[in-house]
């Protein structure tokens, strides 16, 4: 059996996707529940994507990790014109072992002496002051983004998710129940497009499966 199944953000997606990346990200919110606007938008390499976090996270914080440490000299923040997000202006540096302010320039830059290490969480301090007008002039909060990351010295980015399709295994995709049974299925999809993807049933029992990270829409073919 065939079925068309769809992305349901969350951890279960975003670990999904993580799979083979150089680097591991993660953000204390997001402002919608897309993975187009998940942490891993900010080191894509696709200015067209942005992580923003929810407008009421005062303090929102981007950590990333990699395998082996390095030694990082600077970082590069940017804000895609047309994205509804507020850019960092001051940021605060921690790692294990240490803490730093930072001050990002006009251009979202920043160099500083070498941080040797293997993982790095940024919490946004302040952020430029910046709401949504609506066309009745409604004024609306607007939460901290940040449409592409880069550390200088740090791991390779952007780290962008595969356009190539990949095959999981079965229990990733939505459980079917048919006459009272229910079955897994696995799902081939393209990490890159959010489209939904095909899944297809696997037939052993397991009533007990809960939280795959995709969803049914519709069967499709048998």
Known sequence: MHLTAAPRPGSALDTLLGRGLPVRVDAS???VRDVRASAYAAIDGDAGTSWVAAADDVRPTLGLQWPGRRSVTGLDLSVDPDTAARRPEVVVLSWP???RSVRLDSQGRARFA?????????RVEKA???ASLGFDGSI????????ELRLRGGPDLPAAVSDEPVSYACGTGPDVSVDDRTYRTSVTARPADPRPAPSYVHYDHNPGFEGPP???RGVCGT
């Open 29 to 31: 919110s997001q402002a």
């Open 97 to 99: 072992g240490g803490r």
């Open 114 to 122: 070498a941080i040797r290490t293997d993982r790095l969480t940024i």
């Open 128 to 130: 430029e002051r910046v």
């Open 140 to 147: 609306t909060p607007v939460g901290v983004g940040i449409s």
């Open 214 to 216: 995709f969803v049914r």
